[in-house]
C-alpha cells in the first residue's frame, strides 16, 4: 500500500529535506552548499522557479523517522531503485563510484604486502586482530549489509552514533582507534580536503565489485510525489548538462552525470 497524503496538511509543491552528510549535503565551512546534492538542488530550483519549494534540515536521526513516516518530502541524495510503497523515484541524477574499503595506507601495506586492487570484506571480519567501524544509522548493499550483520555481535565490528558519523569514522580510522570502514571515494576525498592528508586509501570490495552506482530523488510514493517526480523528470536532463553541475560531479566523484530514460 502507498503512503497516504497527510489530512489537514499543506505542503510545498517539491519539500526537499537534507541532513548534515559531507560530501552529499554540505552545511558549512570551505565547500558550504557545493556538496554533491545541494548543487543538485539548487540547479532544479532554479528550473523549478513556477512551484513552491520548501528546503529543510534535519539530523540523520530525524532522517531515519521521516523515512519510516508518510510525510510528504523528496529526499535529494538517495541510491536509483525500482518504486516502493514508500518512495518513488527519479530518473538517475549522478553516478558513484561503488562503496569500498577505507584504510591507512600503513595498515594496507602491513594487511596486504601483495597490494591487491580489491579487498574482501568478510575477509577482513574474519580478522580480529583489526576493528571495523561504521556510522550506526548507515546501512549498505545487501551483499555488504549481511556480511556486517553476520558480525554485528564480533566485538571487531563498531557502529558509532551522532551526527556526521562518516567523517568521525575516518577520523578514527586517522588516529588508528578502528582500523577500516565502508564508504564512497567522494567522502575520502571530503575528507582527505579538510584533514589536509592523503594517509587513508580507498579499494573496492571483492563482494560487490567494480560497477558504478547510480543516484536518484527519492519522493513520497503518493499522488503528491509522484507529481514532484514528474516535475523533476522534465528539467532533469538540463541540469544534468549545465556546466556547473558536471564540474561539481568531476570534483567531488571524477564522473561526468549521465542521462538516462530509466
Not at 32 to 55: E, F, H, M, P, S
Not at 198 to 207: D, G, M, N, Q, V
Not at 215 to 236: E, F, R, Y
Amino acid at each position: 500500500m502507498r503512503a497516504q497524503e497527510p489530512v489537514g496538511s499543506v505542503t510545498p509543491d517539491i519539500r526537499w529535506v537534507k541532513n548534515p552528510s559531507p560530501p552529499f549535503h554540505i552545511l558549512d565551512g570551505q565547500h558550504k552548499g557545493y556538496g554533491i546534492c545541494d548543487v543538485l538542488v539548487d540547479k532544479l530550483n532554479q528550473r523549478l522557479g513556477a512551484l513552491t519549494i520548501d528546503v529543510e534540515v534535519y539530523p540523520q536521526s530525524r532522517i531515519g523517522k521521516l523515512v519510516e513516516g508518510t510525510e510528504n518530502l523528496c529526499f535529494p541524495c538517495m541510491i536509483k531503485r525500482a518504486d516502493t510503497d514508500r518512495f518513488t523515484y527519479s530518473n538517475s541524477t549522478t553516478v558513484y563510484p561503488p562503496l569500498g574499503i577505507i584504510m591507512e595506507q600503513q595498515q594496507f601495506n602491513l594487511l596486504y604486502p601483495e597490494q591487491p586492487d580489491a579487498l574482501s570484506l568478510r575477509q577482513l571480519l574474519n580478522n580480529q586482530s583489526v576493528l571495523f567501524g561504521y556510522a550506526a544509522a548507515r546501512r549498505f548493499p545487501d551483499v555488504l549489509q549481511s556480511a556486517i550483520e553476520s558480525h554485528g555481535d564480533n566485538s571487531n565490528v563498531l557502529a558509532l552514533p551522532g551526527v556526521l558519523g562518516p567523517l568521525r569514522v575516518l577520523q578514527q580510522i586517522k588516529y588508528n582507534r578502528i582500523q577500516y570502514t565502508l564508504d564512497y571515494p567522494g567522502v575520502l576525498r571530503y575528507f582527505a580536503l579538510i584533514e589536509e592528508t592523503e594517509s587513508l586509501i580507498y579499494r573496492p570490495t571483492t563482494e560487490y565489485g567494480t560497477a558504478p552506482v547510480y543516484g536518484a530523488i527519492g519522493c513520497t510514493n503518493n499522488a503528491w510525489g509522484q507529481k514532484a517526480v514528474k516535475a523533476i523528470n522534465s528539467v532533469l536532463d538540463d541540469v544534468l548538462s549545465d556546466p556547473e553541475y558536471v564540474e561539481n560531479q568531476k570534483f567531488w566523484l571524477n564522473s561526468v552525470p549521465q542521462k538516462h530514460t530509466d
